[in-house]
């Protein structure tokens, strides 16, 4: 199947700061992309959907002003948590759509672990 | 509002042995994909099996097979000759055709018993 990286597989930071995630589709193009957040022995949760030159769709309750999200190419979206907080120690995983060959499908990255100290 | 149902939190096999895992879901679509994915404790997403609506032949890859029934809107995964690597958290999703974006189920627990 489609590989798509995730970078960094982990990060800690303090309280206050700003933590960028990457998400690359390495052999396909990916016009849209997701990101989910997945808390521990629970399932994920679609955060928004990042479309290739425009702005993020958001899902309820999703502070788009937190959550920044940027799909400048057709391989590459980032996540930006900004003024993180304890409460947004998480697992984030970002997953591209893939409409190559005529099928739907997703790939997920490997996801990043994010604790805020 | 879609909804995907996996009623059996936990469910354990027997290597070698077959084992189904349930899915359910609801909507009012008619073009929708249905898919399996696997996510060991590496906690990376790797997909199993994928059905389109519109297909009435049941999916199959290798010793995964899905018993797709649009009517009653089930999608059970069954396992054939479990292996102990088989272990892992098992989610159902449904994505609508248009959006693209994946509605998860809660997940099954599967353990693998030597």
């Known amino acids: 199947g489609a590989v798509v990286s995730q970078h960094p597989s982990w990060v800690i930071c303090k309280s206050g700061t700003s933590v960028k995630i990457e998400c690359r589709s390495l052999?396909?193009?990916?016009?849209?992309m997701f990101w989910y957040r997945q808390f521990p022995k629970q399932s994920l949760m679609l955060m928004a959907t990042s479309n290739e030159g425009s702005k993020a769709t958001y899902e309820q309750g999703v502070e788009k002003d937190k959550f920044l999200i940027n799909h400048a190419s057709l391989t590459l979206s980032t996540l930006t948590v900004t003024s993180a907080h304890p409460e947004d120690s998480s697992f984030y995983i970002c997953?591209?759509?893939?409409?190559?060959?005529?099928?739907?499908?997703?790939?997920f990255g490997p996801g990043t672990r994010l604790l805020v100290l | 509002a879609q909804t995907v149902t996996q009623s059996q939190p936990e469910m354990s096999v027997q290597e070698a042995e077959t084992v189904t895992l349930s899915c359910t879901y609801d909507t009012s679509e008619s073009d929708y994909y249905l898919f399996w994915y696997k996510q060991p404790p590496s906690r990376q997403m790797i997909l199993v099996i994928r059905?389109?609506?519109?297909?009435?032949q049941n999916a199959t890859e290798n010793r995964f097979s899905v018993n797709f029934q649009k009517a009653a809107k089930s999608f059970s995964l069954k396992i054939s000759d479990s292996q102990l690597g088989d272990a892992a958290m098992y989610f159902c999703a449904y994505m609508r055709g248009s959006q693209g974006n994946l509605i998860f189920g809660k997940g099954t627990k599967l353990s693998v018993k030597p």
């Open positions: 052999d396909f193009q990916a016009t849209t």
């Open positions: 997953s591209a759509r893939d409409l190559s060959g005529g099928e739907e499908t997703q790939y």
């Open positions: 059905q389109e609506a519109y297909k009435q």
